[in-house]
C-alpha cells in the first residue's frame, strides 16, 4: 500500500460531460502530481501542486484543471469530455517534489467516456 | 529534447532466466533514475532508485540496475526470473528541478513457465 488515495476507482460517463477526480497524498507529502495513462500514448504527466501552488504543468488540456486544497489533497476536474479522455489517470505525491525524491502512485482512477 | 527510451515493449523469459530490461536517456548531465514496476490493475510501485554515490542500485525483488554514464544507460537485471515478475516495468528518469519525471513508455515482462 503507496499511501496514496485515489477515489473513485471506476468512472464511467458520457461525451460532454465533467467529472472530479480526486486524491488524498501519503502522511506527510506536500506534492501531489497527476498523470495520465493510456495505451498509445504511456504515461503522461499532467500537473504538479506543491504545499498548494502549481508548481509544474505538462500536457494537460484547457478542458482539465486541477487544484490542490489546504489539507493537501487534490482534484482534479475534467469538463466537456471526449473519447478520447477514456484512461487511467494516477495521483502520486512525494515528499518534497525533488530531483531525488520517488514518486508514490496511488491504484489510479479508470475513466471511460462513452 | 530530454527522452526516455525503453527497448522492446514486450520481453518474454522462461522461468529461472536472466531478465534485463533496457533504459536509455538523452542528457549531457547525469540525471537521477528510477525503475517503477505496474502490476495489472494497480498503481506504479518503485522499485529502486539512483542519485548518486555507486552505480549498481539494488532494488526490491532481487532486481538490480546499473547507471552508465558512458552509455546513458541504466538497463535493469534480475539473475533469475520468476512467475511473480510479470508485469509492466517502466524507466523513469529527472532531468531537473523544473520538470517531473519522465516516462519510458514501458516493457511488458511475460514469464513463461
Known amino acids: 500500500d503507496s499511501g496514496v488515495t485515489q477515489t473513485p476507482k471506476h468512472l464511467i460517463t458520457a461525451t460532454g460531460q465533467r467529472v472530479t477526480l480526486r486524491c488524498s497524498p501519503r502522511s506527510g507529502d506536500l506534492s501531489v502530481y497527476w498523470y495520465q495513462q493510456s495505451l498509445d500514448q504511456g504515461l503522461q504527466f499532467l500537473i504538479q501542486?506543491?504545499?498548494?501552488?502549481?508548481?509544474a504543468k505538462g500536457n494537460i488540456l484547457e478542458r482539465f484543471s486541477a487544484q490542490q486544497f489546504p489539507d493537501l489533497h487534490s482534484e482534479l476536474n475534467l469538463s466537456s469530455l471526449e473519447l478520447g479522455d477514456s484512461a487511467l489517470y494516477f495521483c502520486?505525491?512525494?515528499?518534497?517534489?525533488?530531483?531525488?525524491?520517488?514518486?508514490?502512485f496511488g491504484n489510479g482512477t479508470r475513466l471511460t467516456v462513452t | 529534447a530530454q527522452s526516455v527510451t525503453q527497448l522492446g515493449s514486450h520481453v518474454s523469459v522462461s522461468e529461472g532466466a536472466l531478465v534485463l530490461l533496457r533504459c536509455n536517456y538523452s542528457?549531457?548531465?547525469?540525471?537521477?533514475l528510477f525503475w517503477y514496476v505496474q502490476y495489472p490493475n494497480q498503481g506504479l510501485q518503485l522499485l529502486l532508485k539512483?542519485?548518486?554515490?555507486?552505480?549498481l542500485v539494488k532494488g526490491i525483488n532481487g532486481f538490480e540496475a546499473e547507471f552508465k554514464k558512458s552509455e546513458t544507460s541504466f538497463h535493469l537485471t534480475k539473475p533469475s526470473a520468476h512467475m511473480s515478475d510479470a508485469a509492466e516495468y517502466f524507466c523513469a528518469v529527472n532531468f531537473s528541478g523544473n520538470t517531473p519525471l519522465v516516462f519510458g513508455k514501458g516493457t511488458r515482462l511475460s514469464v513463461i513457465a
Open positions: 502520486a505525491s512525494s515528499a518534497r517534489g525533488g530531483l531525488d525524491s520517488p514518486l508514490h
Open positions: 542528457s549531457s548531465v547525469p540525471p537521477y
Open positions: 501542486y506543491y504545499n498548494g501552488e502549481e508548481r
Open positions: 539512483y542519485t548518486t554515490g555507486a552505480t
